[in-house]
């Protein structure tokens, strides 16, 4: 530091400074107060704020930002298709379970449904831990300052990172949304696979087809016996609450 004598001497100028430094108490609110300076000194003098001083570098970070982003959303869309090749492979390998399931009454919509809620858990999942590790990311290279920049070309020696509470929650939900999407293929797969034959393809052969086509028989006899159970049983409760007897036809299917 020079007297301000000493420094006019040494440059040649009058007794006055030629810059003057202002510290602002909000730096995010700099544009009004540049304004304001202008607007007080007049279009003698030139004001820069910070922001101002250190375009270029902002401008270098906003488009490391945006590749960033492209980056992240391919890394995504690979999981995605992990997710609906891994369920594809368990359509493939869960044939038969399928054709039983069939057998026992399910629909196709709710074999679609067993689908999606599986690849919805694993993308819950991923998207709860991907931010997890992201915010942990985060503190540690702020607090080891990791990504470092030269002193002597930026006024910052390192780029510090911030925790956005909505930039984690959308890439959690575009994470979720995402896997939940990629289960649909997979889903309407097992769905077009619940007919008996399906099931096997060519890999069980005609035996294995005859034994799910009599399973198939078999449960649904069973369930039009039990059916009929059920309805004797109501009309036998009902007679015996109103008191009447029963008529022939009634008492030889009771």
């Not at 939940?180 to 696979?193: G, K, L, N, S």
Request: hydrophobic share 50%; glycine share 8%.
């Amino acid at each position: 530091y020079l007297p301000l004598e000493a420094a006019s001497a040494f440059s040649g100028t009058s007794h006055a400074a030629s810059v003057i430094s202002v510290q602002v108490a909000n730096i995010y609110e700099v544009k009004s107060t540049v304004a304001k300076v202008k607007q007080a000194l007049g279009s003698d003098f030139t004001a820069v704020d910070w922001q101002d001083a250190n375009r270029p570098l902002f401008t270098a970070l906003a488009l490391e930002r945006r590749i960033g982003v492209v980056i992240i959303a391919l890394i995504i869309f690979i999981a995605a298709l992990n997710i609906t090749t891994t369920l594809i492979l368990v359509v493939v390998e869960r044939r038969r379970d399928i054709a039983i399931l069939n057998a026992l009454g399910a629909t196709s919509k709710s074999i679609m449904t067993i689908f999606v809620i599986e690849g919805a858990l694993v993308g819950a999942v991923g998207a709860v831990i991907g931010v997890l590790l992201g915010a942990a990311a985060i503190v540690i290279a702020n607090r080891y300052q990791l990504i470092s920049l030269p002193a002597d070309v930026y006024s910052i020696s390192n780029v510090p990172l911030g925790l956005n509470a909505l930039d984690m929650t959308l890439a959690a939900l575009t994470a979720f949304v995402l896997s939940v999407i990629a289960t649909v293929y997979p889903a309407q797969a097992a769905a077009r696979h619940l007919q008996p034959g399906a099931q096997c393809g060519g890999s069980c052969g005609a035996g294995g087809q005859r034994f799910v086509a009599r399973f198939v028989d078999a449960t649904g006899l069973v369930q039009k016996q039990r059916s009929a159970t059920m309805k004797a049983l109501q009309d036998y409760t009902r007679l015996k609450r109103t008191g009447r007897a029963a008529s022939p036809d009634q008492a030889e299917d009771l």
